[in-house]
């Protein structure tokens, strides 16, 4: 009878060393690190877009916005990821143990697809309703013009809102309006003048 495979289990300080020597990127939680898979063009096309306009609300304001290459720092749980879009307002707060980690986003935004959709609404939307300084936590949908906002409210609890064509998904914590048909409109389907089909 063969025996169950062992997980081999690093530290967090193992984990770093080997995510600054690798070429890919690696989730890291209770000593495992899963490596994350590279997305489609449509994943990138829509992460690249949110953070855009969420880039062009904020300017001149004392917020940032980050790409899926800021590791996010889950405290209360040890998890150590890479939303698709970070917004931080204020200092930056780097972990004492990482100081590539960020630990106080106020809005994280994550591009569904297939393989993570149900982690992302489940498991790591848990861990990431632990992050203090989180009002806002963004779904945006791959295969439809669809966006979700789960807001906290002051009692803790959280409130979702959906946006569709047509409509705009408020974030309150920061002001901005993602607008969904700006978010989904794609370039390349409009043809420049005289071009031919």
């Not at 063969?2 to 070429?23: C, F, G, V, W």
Request: glycine fraction near 6%; aromatic fraction near 6%; proline fraction near 6%.
């Amino acid at each position: 009878m063969k025996e169950p495979a062992r997980k081999i289990l690093t530290t967090h300080a193992e984990y770093l060393e080997q995510e600054r020597a690798s070429p890919t990127k690696h989730e890291f939680l209770n000593g495992e690190t899963i490596a994350i898979a590279g997305g489609t063009p449509e994943h990138a096309r829509l992460s690249a877009s949110v953070g855009a306009e969420l880039r062009a609300q904020l300017r001149g304001r004392p917020c940032a916005v980050y790409s899926s290459d800021l590791r996010v720092r889950v405290n209360a749980t040890g998890l150590s990821t890479y939303p698709d879009v970070s917004v931080v307002c204020g200092r930056l707060e780097r972990d004492l143990e990482d100081k590539d980690a960020a630990l106080n986003p106020v809005v994280l935004v994550e591009i569904l697809s297939d393989s993570t959709e149900a982690y992302d609404r489940g498991q790591k939307f848990a861990h990431y309703r632990l992050i203090p300084s989180l009002c806002e936590y963004v779904l945006v949908w791959q295969h439809e013009p669809r966006i979700e906002v789960f807001h906290r409210n002051e009692d803790g609890s959280w409130t979702l809102r959906e946006a569709r064509a047509g409509e705009g998904a408020l974030l309150e914590a920061i002001g901005c309006t993602l607008l969904v048909d700006e978010v989904y409109r794609d370039p390349l389907a409009q043809a420049p003048p005289g071009a031919q089909a």
